[in-house]
């Protein structure tokens, strides 16, 4: 939303999150819910009766504009209503929800009604954007036309993830080298093997601190392992912390990691938005090579690439990026100035809107119908 501002635009957000109590939408609630049949079922009731009402009010509140953006959720189909009075709707998807919430998270009851609503919704939208080429296949999969879906990667806010206006205020609560992480503790991140490699280079005379930064499903499950391992004194959990605060804790990293493993579905389709961050506050990566990361990471001059779900090259990246200390400041300095001339959210804004307007002008003649009265 900031860059679509910063390009002119004028922004009518309209964020259902915020007008729901806290714990509806934290990771916990997923956690909590997926215990229950009964939970998922009555939370599932609950998010179509908030679809149906918050369309309705949505229409009411943001009134008349030329498109209407929608990033996806369960159950939700905000753009639906702007789309009937002729504004376009343009539906952005980070996953295939019906599929995420049955095989790794468990939060759906109704996952047939999902399905349906959710590949519904793909089709009705004027243009859907997905974040990686594995999406936008695993979309055409399922039947929606591959003409009006855009790959438009992750992108980071480079004016908030700014290591020069975070000088001398970084979180350290470790002594270096610190290697960071921030994010959901779900699963599918891989802090396991992080953990697992950490103990074992140990043995070999390397050692790092770890700082993870964010909750979620996994945290006591992985503070044992690090307890069981004996890493109490390198390992540090500090949950979650407010936004505005995320990049002075990055900024208190030596390494930042992303460790993603591949998902029950299959495929890695995801474009991790903390990898994004971690580089643009200057931070060397240690990633995960799937796509998103092999496409943004160099090799030894950004970060350094292991293959997903192997600990033993994960072992082999620590290895070699402890060796390589001394130059971690110069590659967070090219990992800074990459991000910031390929990957802002001004530039994902610029080219994505490019590609809509050439396909709603050639479904409506204008890329802007709304103008002309629907």
Not at 198 to 212: H, K, M, N
Not at 241 to 268: K, N, S
């Amino acid at each position: 939303m900031n860059a679509f501002e910063r390009l002119g635009w004028e922004v009518r957000p309209f964020i259902v999150g915020d007008r729901v109590p806290l714990g509806w939408v934290t990771k916990e609630a997923d956690l909590e819910l997926g215990s229950s049949y009964v939970k998922r079922l009555a939370a599932d009731l609950v998010r179509l009766g908030m679809a149906v009402a918050y369309g309705l009010q949505a229409v009411w509140e943001v009134g008349r504009v030329d498109w209407v953006y929608e990033r996806f959720g369960a159950f939700q189909f905000l753009g639906y209503g702007f789309q009937r009075r002729g504004i376009p709707w343009i539906l952005e998807t980070n996953g295939l929800f019906f599929v995420e919430a049955a095989k790794d998270r468990s939060t759906l009851a109704l996952s047939g009604v999902e399905r349906h609503l959710e590949l519904w919704a793909y089709r009705r939208a004027d243009v859907v954007v997905c974040v990686t080429d594995e999406m936008k296949s695993l979309l055409i999969q399922n039947g929606i036309n591959p003409e009006k879906i855009l790959v438009v990667p992750n992108g980071v806010d480079v004016q908030r993830f700014d290591p020069e206006k975070l000088r001398d205020r970084e979180v350290r609560l470790l002594p270096p080298p610190v290697i960071g992480f921030v994010g959901t503790l779900s699963p599918w991140q891989g802090l396991d093997l992080l953990i697992r490699a950490l103990a074992e280079l140990r043995t070999e005379g390397i050692t790092f601190s770890l700082l993870v930064v964010g909750d979620g499903p996994m945290r006591i499950p992985w503070e044992r392992l690090a307890q069981e391992l004996r890493l109490g004194d390198q390992v540090c959990f500090v949950g979650r912390v407010p936004g505005d605060q995320v990049p002075a804790y990055i900024a208190g990293f030596d390494l930042a990691f992303t460790g993603q493993v591949p998902l029950r579905v299959g495929e890695m389709y995801h474009s991790p938005l903390k990898l994004y961050e971690y580089m643009a506050m200057g931070k060397p990566v240690v990633a995960s090579a799937f796509a998103d990361a092999k496409r943004l990471v160099r090799e030894g001059e950004t970060g350094y690439l292991f293959e997903p779900g192997n600990l033993e090259d994960l072992k082999r990246a620590l290895r070699k990026a402890y060796g390589e200390r001394e130059v971690w400041p110069l590659l967070g300095q090219k990992a800074r100035v990459e991000v910031v001339a390929r990957h802002s959210w001004e530039a994902r804004v610029r080219s994505m809107v490019l590609q809509i307007e050439k396909i709603l002008e050639a479904r409506y003649g204008t890329p802007y119908p709304a103008r002309r009265g629907g």
